[in-house]
T-cell receptor, first 113, second 110 residues
Framework: DTEVTQTPKHLVMGMTNKKSLKCEQH?????MYWYKQKAKKPPELMFV???????INESVPSRFSPECPNSSLLNLHLHALQPEDSALYLC????????????FGPGTRLTVT | QKEVEQNSGPLSVPEGAIASLNCTYS??????FFWYRQYSGKSPELIMS????GDKEDGRFTAQLNKASQYVSLLIRDSQPSDSATYLC??????????FGSGTRLQVQP
């Protein structure tokens, strides 16, 4: 089973709202990732958690705040976003070693109004 | 120079033909290489991984890696209309994180 789940599927929020994206995997993977993907562009890495610790932050603005409550869950807290933050937000997980591929969830389509 | 480069396409092939997708990378320390397929409006799906020089076959897919020339390719045999998608090349330079190419759009004509 290579399933990564994400909720919600779609989210519309205003620039003053606070919302959270959720991601879950039950494959025993030790690494989890957040990516942002704009239309007709490849996924761009935002954050990497390895063994529940933040290992990579790709200089993401502080209005995006990741959280890894346990090895199966990954959250992305959103606050005071801008319209240009509208995108598909993808969660992925992997075994975490150099030979391991990453498995993506279906994504959350975020629209900031 | 981009870290991972792909021709954006579209690459158009007739049904039943071999589709050849290419990717070059700049970091000689890159260790792992992956091909993802992404249908419009969907998330990327891992279809092949390769770590050693040479060919790796899985069904209709063959991945080829040449570290000396810093390129990786994906061959799709007996292409089907359902193979029409964007194919993303991804490279792990050792950070345990992927850098993606911009993707090649493949169109298989019935």
């Amino acid at each position: 089973d290579t399933e990564v789940t994400q909720t919600p599927k779609h989210l519309v929020m205003g620039m003053t709202n606070k919302k959270s994206l959720k991601c879950e995997q039950h494959m025993g993977h030790r690494a989890m990732y957040w990516y942002k993907q704009k239309a007709k562009k490849p996924p761009e890495l935002m954050f990497v958690y390895s063994y529940e610790k933040l290992s990579i932050n790709e200089s993401v603005p502080s209005r995006f705040s990741p959280e890894c409550p346990n090895s199966s869950l990954l959250n992305l807290h959103l606050h005071a976003l801008q319209p240009e933050d509208s995108a598909l937000y993808l969660c992925a997980s992997s075994q975490g070693d150099k030979l391991a591929g990453q498995y993506f969830g279906p994504g959350t389509r975020l629209t900031v109004t | 120079q981009k870290e991972v480069e792909q021709n954006s396409g579209p690459l158009s092939v007739p049904e039943g033909a071999i589709a050849s997708l290419n990717c070059t990378y700049s970091d000689r320390g890159s260790q792992s290489f992956f091909w993802y397929r992404q249908y419009s409006g969907k998330s990327p799906e891992l279809i092949m991984s390769i770590y050693s020089n040479g060919d790796k076959e899985d069904g209709r897919f063959t991945a080829q890696l040449n570290k000396a020339s810093q390129y990786v390719s994906l061959l799709i045999r007996d292409s089907q209309p359902s193979d029409s998608a964007t194919y993303l090349c991804a490279v792990d330079t050792g950070r345990r994180a992927l850098t993606f190419g911009s993707g090649t759009r493949l169109q298989v004509q019935p």
